[in-house]
């Protein structure tokens, strides 16, 4: 087996492996929302029945859940950041191909490697990015956090990490969820990388056959 098909497989298999872990977040939104209706509806119920002084003094905790919609939001963001890479290795991302049957064979791989390079160049941008939204940038002549790291002051390196920012109706911290979405761009980059070489191989094979 050539090295290609070694790199093909495992990059196959870390897509494959986070699509399905994003998938948990698909079903964490599905549960929340689906719980959360069912509560309104019988908080709805039990207030027409009773009035809602006396459910609200009863049985207080008989409402919609708090947060549903940051909650929500966690877990589709969560799905669709662990879903690119997979959307990127299976070409699964939109594309139109109204006038692929007009171009030559070569043409439309050069158009394929060119959306490839496209995607890898918006995943490099998105990846440092979102890197200034986790670490604080470090001002005056002070080391980076990667310098930080490989000196091993892990207590500044940690100070450097953004805390201070918080979901508006939970109050959760969102760094957690910034360095989760940069992990996934990371492995989005990396696949997207992984397909330029692909599409560029597929390139050589068909100007050497003269096609």
């Not at 963001?77 to 049957?101: C, N």
């Not at 911290?173 to 989005?188: G, H, N, Q």
Request: proline fraction near 3%; hydrophobic fraction near 50%.
């Amino acid at each position: 087996m050539t090295m290609f098909a070694h790199v093909e497989r495992a990059m196959t298999r870390l897509a494959t492996g986070l699509a399905l872990i994003g998938g948990t977040g698909l079903l964490f939104a599905t549960i929340i929302t689906c719980v959360s209706i069912i509560l309104k509806l019988a908080r709805r119920v039990l207030d027409a029945l009773f009035g809602s002084s006396y459910v609200g003094d009863t049985i207080p905790w008989l409402h919609a859940i708090l947060g549903e919609e940051e909650l929500v939001t966690y877990g589709v963001g969560f799905a669709l950041f662990a879903a690119l890479p997979w959307a990127m290795i299976r070409k699964g991302h939109i594309r139109v191909d109204l006038f692929e049957p007009l171009f030559g064979s070569r043409f439309n791989k050069i158009l394929d490697l060119l959306g490839d390079l496209t995607l890898a160049v918006l995943a490099y941008l998105i990846m440092t990015r979102q890197w200034f939204l986790i670490v604080k940038k470090s001002r005056g002549p002070k080391e980076g956090f990667g310098e930080l790291l490989l000196q091993g002051d892990f207590g500044e390196a940690m100070g450097r990490i953004s805390m201070n920012q918080e979901s508006q109706i939970l109050g959760m911290p969102l760094w957690p969820t910034y360095i989760v979405a940069e992990i996934c761009v990371a492995a989005f980059f990396v696949t997207a990388c992984f397909c330029v070489w692909r599409s560029t191989r597929v390139l050589f094979e068909i100007s050497k056959s003269g096609v």
